[in-house]
């Protein structure tokens, strides 16, 4: 429940269209839902700017249902990370106009579509095996208000292809570099710009890659001095903190 739905309850209460119970009854929720399984957090909109996001991986159909349900009654802006398609059918038949992002693996019920941020966020990934995560903070951004430029498949294996782009570098507000194998690319990226670098380290490469703990070694051990890292394959995380900062 956002800061403007609070107060279209008062105002509908102090002007005698809502009885006290009807207020009561809409506000009973915050600052949380208890579903039995899941507390659903409904005062997170008010507190942090955003709506709880719910990791989908772990939970049953049902589960996600019953949360998506109780977030949908509240009419926030809804994220299922880590979802399937069975989660999605049973998704559609409470939101019909929820939408599946194949690529990303989410579920997204978008009822509010004002940007919120005040610059671009360009996500770049170093090649196509790393574009599930970094749609995954596409997908992110969208739901959480920003403009978004996206640029796929330019690694330092070829690093012609990123120097190309350059300009859409420097437009940026924020940028996202989603980065397997070596995690190269951020501290290149983090060297053509002056604002900050979010490193998305993925789990893309062969056995000495440890499943993106190399990249994320490397990535921690950046000489660019305005590059940050996030978790292995966390592109929701890198989102989320692009997200604040391009608020600011």
């Known amino acids: 429940m956002t800061e403007e739905q609070i107060r279209k309850i008062l105002d509908e209460y102090k002007r005698g269209a809502l009885t006290p119970d009807e207020a009561l009854h809409r506000l009973r929720s ?4 208890d579903l039995g399984f899941a507390n659903i957090d409904h005062h997170r909109p008010l507190r942090q700017g ?9 939970k049953t159909i049902d589960q996600v249902a019953r949360i998506v349900e109780s977030m ?6 809804i994220l299922v990370t880590r979802s399937t398609p069975a989660h999605f059918e049973r998704v559609k038949r409470i939101a019909p106009e929820a939408e599946y992002h194949e690529g990303a693996r989410a579920i997204v019920v978008q ?5 919120h941020g005040k610059g ?3 996500v770049v990934s170093a090649g196509t095996s790393d574009m599930p995560v970094a749609e995954e903070a596409v997908v992110t951004l969208k739901v959480m208000g920003n403009n978004i430029d996206s640029l796929y498949d330019v690694g330092v294996a070829g690093l012609h292809r990123l120097l190309d782009r350059r300009e859409r570098l420097t437009q940026a507000r924020v940028l996202i570099v989603v980065a397997g194998m070596e995690g190269a690319l951020p501290s290149v990226v983090g060297g053509l710009v002056s604002v900050p670098v979010i490193a998305v380290p993925t789990s893309i490469g062969y056995g000495a890659s440890f499943n993106g703990v190399a990249a994320l070694l490397g990535m921690l051990n ?3 001095s305005n590059v940050t890292v996030v978790n292995i394959d966390n592109g929701y995380g890198a989102a989320v903190v692009a997200s604040l900062i391009n608020r600011l």
């Open 30 to 33: 915050l600052p949380f839902e």
């Open 50 to 58: 955003f709506p709880e996001v719910v990791f989908g991986e772990g």
């Open 72 to 77: 949908y009654r509240h009419d926030h802006n």
């Open 222 to 224: 950046s000489c660019a």
């Open 111 to 115: 009822k509010d579509t004002k940007i």
């Open 120 to 122: 671009t966020i360009l």
